[in-house]
């Protein structure tokens, strides 16, 4: 009796497999790299059915927390370089095969699901990818092709930016692939490559993840790729700014997860999804790490950027600001501390040195007009803040211009009467 209950605990702890152990080593022992030319041939195809079978184990796997055989089969049989290969050829292949067929007036299959399987290569690729890349030694085992995985995450990730910055993120419920094989529009099949390319580019954002969990074992060209040939914060930046997984349909939020869109209750609009959650841990991988810091180039244009997310930059400040401190509280304790005679000279002085017409004649850009953007001539005359071409848009700024300009007015007022003071006699 105790050796049957222990045997059924046994067997309730085994993993649900696709494969076993034996059938798993023979399918990675199988994978090889194909020529674009022989993309669609029988063993292409034998080898997509591979894929599907191992991406399926490895979700298996993964769920139940014993993805460690698979994970080394693919170490082992040195598989992952052939896997991130066969991703770009299939990635080449959509972009300059599959369209030339769209356009194709003639070209009028019986079926349209064999090239469905082919655009569905690339996603089975990067979902597998995504499910093992957890592991340092896969990435580690990717060798040069790392950099290839990093272009491809790049190019994925600019692409979705650059479709939710414009409103052209596909928010319809993704059809069952079976609907597709009664499918004789090449159209339709173009719009499901549509909507399987906004997957695939966040399962893309998630391989990055994975990839700048392991900058410490990364070659140097690696980081040097993310940071300054791609400039990977800032487009990570760009999107937190967009959020292409989440829209506003009917005044309901929906945000994508798991494969589809759902409608998120109000109580929870705040809770950060595992997608948002990815964005965030990457910027902080890349942005936190000493390495990558030194690395970085922190131009104006970069500051700019990272300063849409002040959360993360506060960090970055905060890291490498150990002296500043000192600095700061120098000034602090012997600069902006100065008696009220002190304080009338240095307001003489600043008048003198930090004098507007001055400043503004070194500047080599000639002022903006603040309404309509065109080179301005005139100012305000009693803030001497603004600028405009003409008095129309004077006159159009100034109900907004009002509040400001009265405050600047008083201040600057206040500071003349302070210069201008007497000083107190002695007692």
Known sequence: MVTASVALEAAMEEPLAVLLPGEAEVLVGELKSFPLRAVGEHGWFRQHEYIE?????????????????????????????????????????????????????DFKPKSTFPIYLVLHHEASIINLLETVFFHKEICESAEDTILDLIDYSHRKLTLLAAQSACGKILHEKKPHPEDLQNATSMQELKKQAEMMEFDISLKALSVLRFITDQIESLPVSAVTRMLNTHNFPCLLVQLVEHCPWSCFEEGKLKKYENGGWYVVPHEDRMKMTKLEGQVWIALYNLLLNAECQRKYNFDNFN????????????????????????????????????????????????????????????????PNCAVCGSEAAKRCSRCRNEWYCRRECQVQHWQKHKKAC??????????????????????
């Open 53 to 105: 079978k191992l991406n399926m184990q490895a979700l298996l796997s993964a769920s139940a927390g014993h993805e460690q055989l698979l994970t080394e089969l693919l170490v082992n049989y040195a598989k992952i370089p052939t896997l991130v290969e066969e991703l770009i050829t299939v990635e080449i292949w959509k972009q300059k095969i599959f369209p030339i067929l769209c356009r194709l007036k």
């Open 303 to 366: 500051k700019s950027q990272l300063l849409k997310v002040p959360v993360i930059w506060d960090h970055v400040v905060r890291e490498n600001s150990g002296k500043w401190h000192a600095i700061a509280k120098h000034q602090v304790n012997n600069m902006f501390s100065p008696s009220e005679e002190e304080l009338r000279s240095q307001a003489c002085r600043w008048a003198q040195t930090y004098n507007l017409d001055v400043i503004e004649a070194l500047i080599p850009e000639k």
């Open 406 to 427: 009265n405050l600047m007015a008083d201040a600057l007022k206040k500071i003349e009467d302070d210069v201008k003071m007497p000083k107190k006699p002695t007692e």
